[in-house]
């Protein structure tokens, strides 16, 4: 019988990671036609057998269970409510999937009673909030003082109850926000240059992971910890999101605490300052990110572009953002970042193979001027000086280099089948997008595409498609704002937050004059009525 039990159990888990893993949600009510509620309906019908398998397995952090009776009206009128909600998070067409997990159970089933009686549902529609893991094999009632499992008390209509969630998340969701379609990006769809505004949230997940790898692998050492405080410094003046600048500056003023120089750490002392970094719940662009649910750089195929592509898109954003006068400097820290904390062998020795070769004519280049007085300039595929004199020659040569790897890697996906069939290689950025970029192009088929540059244009290209669009795209979010008031403005708009709050500290001290003063006169008056012997004395002190 134990074995029969453990082996429904293992069954049921199946089914439920079978579900996680289809294009949506499907629901796994009982009593009703399974595939017309997949496609109808976004929260998952759960019940007493599948209730703990499923968020025991759920990847969400939070989870909202929506408790009810198929027979009472109000529980009837409050499901279209309930429903407009869970399409944000849950299933194919989610704005905002992987955050928040919508359940329903109807306790009307018999088979369901005492799985509602354990959460002491006493009510319907009856609404509980928490990680979905302290739902399996709980119980709740509302006189727990320390529970992670909250009544939702204010929810009775879709604003209200994403109003509550919000405040729970400190997120900014809203009723309107819509799925990002991967149907929409290039190259299926060449011609929107909009599409680049969905990076940012990528930019700011690649950041964040590119962080944990370092810091799971270990990877700071006396001889790579110079490389990655000279990265952060890039990051702390010119990453697109706001909070990932604020981030990698307080990890910046951290850093000698965590990692002291010079000092070689054992395996022991380096799980020591790991823990010491987790346990300080360190976020370096917040704590909204999520983690696997890429926008921009989702592939067709869960193995394909994301990360990858994320960290494409933050070199590409800070190439043009920097100074001139930052550009040698910038390749540098770039390229060492590269060599010291990509985990891809093969890809970073790629890369920093480039980096090298174009060092080595920077070096033939410095040792020809000593030699001739004559202006000489070396001449790759683009035309860039070196070393580098300004951020073009940089944007143009990283550009450059991302074509030559998207180049070499279309051979080989081509030959071994790995590619996303969704989302090829292709030469950047295809005529469709910036035709003005194109002076003249051959090579069809199986050819390599010979393009005659416009670079001025490409220039201008990259400029505005990972500068301006990529900035501007981003919106500071609620968590930012109570952000604020524990950390000073690292941001360009610091002197405006300077300027306002000495107005506001003599708005403050100009009342607190005027209600002074009312108190003395006050005070003053009572004085003289009473005729005290020492009211002159008392009044010379104020």
Request: hydrophobic residues 40%; charged residues 25%.
């Amino acid at each position: 019988m134990a074995s029969s039990a453990r082996l429904l159990a293992l069954l049921a888990v199946l089914v439920l990671a079978a579900a996680r893993g289809a294009d949506a949600l499907r629901s796994l009510g009982v009593g009703e036609d399974a595939a017309a509620v997949a496609q109808g309906d976004a929260a998952v019908d759960l019940n007493a057998t599948t209730f703990d398998a499923f968020l025991g397995a759920a990847r969400e952090p939070f989870a909202v269970v929506e408790f009810f009776a198929h027979w009472c009206p109000a529980c009837r009128n409050y499901k279209p409510h309930y429903e407009k909600v869970a399409k944000l998070f849950n299933g194919q067409d989610a704005a905002h999937p992987g955050r928040v997990l919508m359940a329903r159970v109807d306790c009307a089933l018999k088979a369901n009673i005492d799985l509602c009686s354990r959460f002491s549902v006493d009510h319907y529609p009856f609404l509980l909030w928490g990680p979905p893991t302290k739902f399996v094999s709980a119980k709740w009632d509302r006189k727990q003082e320390k529970s992670e499992i909250k009544l939702i008390d204010d929810g009775r209509t879709a604003e209200r109850l994403l109003k509550w969630i919000n405040k729970q998340m400190e997120s900014s969701f809203t009723l309107d926000d819509k799925k990002y379609e991967n149907e929409n990006m290039l190259p299926k769809n060449a011609t929107d240059p909009e599409q680049i505004v969905r990076a940012i949230y990528d930019v700011e997940e690649a950041t964040a992971h590119a962080l944990q790898i370092i810091l799971e692998h270990k990877m700071i050492k006396p001889e790579t910890r110079d490389s990655l405080v000279r990265f952060l410094q890039i990051l702390v003046a010119h990453h697109p999101s706001k909070r990932c600048r604020r981030g990698s500056a307080e990890l910046l003023i951290n850093f000698y605490d965590h990692w002291p120089s010079n000092i070689s750490l054992s395996s022991q002392e380096s799980s020591r300052m790991l823990e010491s970094v987790e346990t300080d719940d360190y976020k370096i662009c917040g704590k909204e990110v999520p983690h696997g649910y890429w926008m921009f750089c989702r592939g067709s195929k869960s193995e394909t572009r994301g990360f990858s592509c994320g960290l494409w898109v933050l070199l590409h954003s800070l190439t043009v953002q920097i100074g001139d006068g930052e550009s040698q400097s910038t390749f540098t820290s770039i390229c060492d970042f590269i060599h010291n904390f990509f985990i891809c062998e093969e890809c970073r020795k790629h890369f920093y193979g480039m980096c090298s070769r174009f060092a080595k004519h920077a070096l033939r280049y410095i040792a020809a001027l000593k030699h001739s007085t004559a202006c000489l300039t070396v001449t790759f595929t683009c035309s860039v000086s070196v070393p580098f004199k300004s951020a073009r020659d940089l944007s143009l040569w990283l550009w450059s280099t991302h074509n030559k790897v998207n180049e070499r890697l279309m051979k080989d996906e081509k030959d071994l089948g790995t590619g996303d069939p969704s989302f090829p290689k292709v030469v950047w950025p295809p005529k469709a997008l910036c035709p003005s970029c194109y002076r003249s192009s051959s090579g069809t088929g199986d050819e390599a595409v010979q393009v005659d540059w416009n670079e001025d244009e490409v220039f201008s290209f990259l400029v505005n498609y990972y500068g301006k669009m990529l900035v501007s795209s981003y919106k500071e979010t609620y968590v930012e704002s109570q952000e604020k008031k524990h950390v000073m403005p690292l941001s360009d708009d610091a002197s405006s937050s300077a300027a306002r709050v000495p107005i506001g500290a003599a708005l403050g001290v100009a009342a607190a004059s005027c209600i002074f003063g009312a108190l003395a006169c006050f005070w003053r008056a009572q004085q003289k009525n009473r005729k005290y012997s020492y009211r002159l004395h008392s009044l010379k002190k104020i």
